[in-house]
């Protein structure tokens, strides 16, 4: 589920000793450590509540003092909750934080306008590295998310740092290619009720999942149900 495992961030300007870390990840003492060595902690960033980013967070904070801010306020620490909208500046950094719900209620994105000639955007578990993202319905859900990748898609050209899989060159690629394959399921989902004789209102999950994910590995099968109740939330409320 986690790809390769959660990313972690060290943000930095040249000639900064300071850093600000964005998901400090889950309790790993020699992970921690190495995150504190590369300098100064000025902040700590989450971009969702996940065990897998947020687990380390109170022993971060105990370790260097310094604010850890979300959006959802269960998981600041010194800090307080973010803002849609909020500038912040630290380690030299402009950072724009996004109000990105959808993967959960409470994921956020930070923009990076001087990164690079395109900048660059932490995607969290909005955008991955490869495969998709899944919706934790009823946490997030797919109206939150389709809107979510419109606010990124307005960022052009950005590199995509996400918080699971390797780096991609040009966010907007991404935010289509994301968009196009959660239309294509929804499209499926459809389908699925159609040959099932189902309103979106009466379909049983398992049964329409047996029909729009019937090649997905066990392993993964929750997550594929999780997806078609947040399709089937979509069908029922937003269309």
């Not at 989450?46 to 370790?63: L, P």
Request: with cysteine; aromatic share 4%.
């Amino acid at each position: 589920m986690s790809l390769d495992g959660t990313n972690s961030y060290v943000l930095a300007a040249k000639g900064s000793d300071g850093v600000v870390v964005v998901d400090p990840g889950p309790l790993d003492e020699a992970h921690l450590a190495a995150l504190q060595s590369s300098g100064p902690v000025e902040l700590v960033l989450i971009t969702h509540h996940h065990r897998d980013h947020t687990e380390a967070s109170t022993r971060f904070h105990e370790m260097t003092g310094a604010p850890v801010r979300a959006f959802d306020p269960a998981y600041c620490h010194g800090g307080d909750p973010l803002r849609d909208g909020e500038v912040l500046s630290a380690a030299g950094v402009r950072i724009n934080v996004l109000a990105t719900p959808g993967h959960t209620a409470d994921s956020a994105c930070f923009h990076l306008p001087d990164d690079g000639p395109n900048g660059s955007v932490l995607t969290g578990d909005t955008i991955l590295g490869r495969g998709t993202t899944v919706l934790s319905y009823p946490d997030g859900t797919l109206g939150d998310y389709l809107r979510s990748l419109d606010v990124l898609e307005s960022l052009g050209e950005a590199t995509v740092l996400p918080a699971h899989g390797p780096t991609l060159p040009n966010l907007g690629e991404a935010v289509r290619d994301y968009r196009a394959h959660r239309l294509g399921r929804l499209e499926q989902v459809r389908a699925a009720l159609l040959t099932l004789g189902l309103s979106a209102a009466s379909a049983d999950v398992g049964s329409v999942t047996d029909r729009v994910y019937a090649e997905v590995d066990p392993s993964v099968r929750r997550a594929a149900e999780q997806s078609v109740a947040a399709q089937l939330h979509y069908l029922r409320e937003e269309q």
